[in-house]
């Protein structure tokens, strides 16, 4: 059996990642592929839910704690439902992985970006996504779409600081800078129309959809 891709989005927050994934799973379920969403943290799996109440609820977390929390969720999350997932011929789209870890715990709350990959070279035992879309927008256009976003589910993360948020960025474009093949960088300053057209359009070469 052909096994499914597995894909990431990335981005810091407001990004607007979330509603072009919904969209996309969408398109794709027109189309009759077998394809599935799933988050970090949290996700398909109820544990990984588990640690999201945690890190997302508690103001009071350590940030080494933090990084090792997400790692757990990240274990739990490609061994339990992932690499499952795609050995059965479905195509797994992840509203983040391993590169939030790099970015926010390591740029964002500066901790060694070495230590950060090594829990999670253990955390995922090299399993890497096929494909992983950056959505670039400056921060402080993000943060303008958060707070005028009603429907928008404002959590710990949502309300760092700019400062923290502009670090992310930062550590993302070095990221980027590291793997420049790595990534598919999508402008997500446009309207939400046009960011879906563009991470539309690299959806179909992906999947191999001639028309729309
Ligand atoms: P979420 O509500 O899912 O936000 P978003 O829609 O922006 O993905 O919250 C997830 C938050 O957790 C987000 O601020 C990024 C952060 N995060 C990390 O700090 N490290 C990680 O490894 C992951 C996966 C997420």
């Not at 979330?18 to 988050?39: A, F, G, P, Y």
């Not at 700019?162 to 997500?188: H, R, S, T």
Request: net charge neutral; proline share 3%; glycine share 6%.
């Amino acid at each position: 059996m052909k096994r499914g891709f597995f894909i990431t989005f990335e981005g810091t927050d407001g990004s607007g990642k979330t509603t072009i994934l919904n969209k996309v799973i969408t398109q794709l379920e027109e189309h009759n592929i077998n394809v599935s969403r799933t988050r970090e943290p949290g996700g398909q799996n109820k544990v990984c839910e588990d640690i999201r109440g945690v890190l997302l609820n508690n103001k009071d977390v350590d940030k080494y704690a933090e990084s090792l929390l997400f790692a757990a969720s990240r274990v739990q999350h490609v061994n339990k439902y992932i690499i499952p997932k795609i050995s059965e011929g479905v195509s797994v789209i992840s509203d983040r992985y391993l590169d939030s870890s790099i970015a926010y715990q390591g740029y964002g709350k500066n901790i060694d970006v070495k230590w950060i990959q090594e829990i999670n070279s253990f955390a995922t035992n090299e399993f890497k996504p096929d494909f992983t879309f950056f959505f670039d927008i400056k921060p402080n256009i993000a943060q303008k779409r958060i707070m005028v976003n009603p429907n928008r589910e404002k959590n710990r993360f949502d309300l760092e600081s700019m400062e923290i948020q502009e670090l992310v960025y930062k550590g993302y474009k070095e990221i980027i800078k590291n793997n420049p093949d790595k990534f598919i960088l999508i402008n997500a300053e446009l309207s939400a129309d046009e960011v879906y057209k563009q991470v539309w359009d690299k959806i179909k070469e992906i999947f191999g959809i001639i028309n729309d």
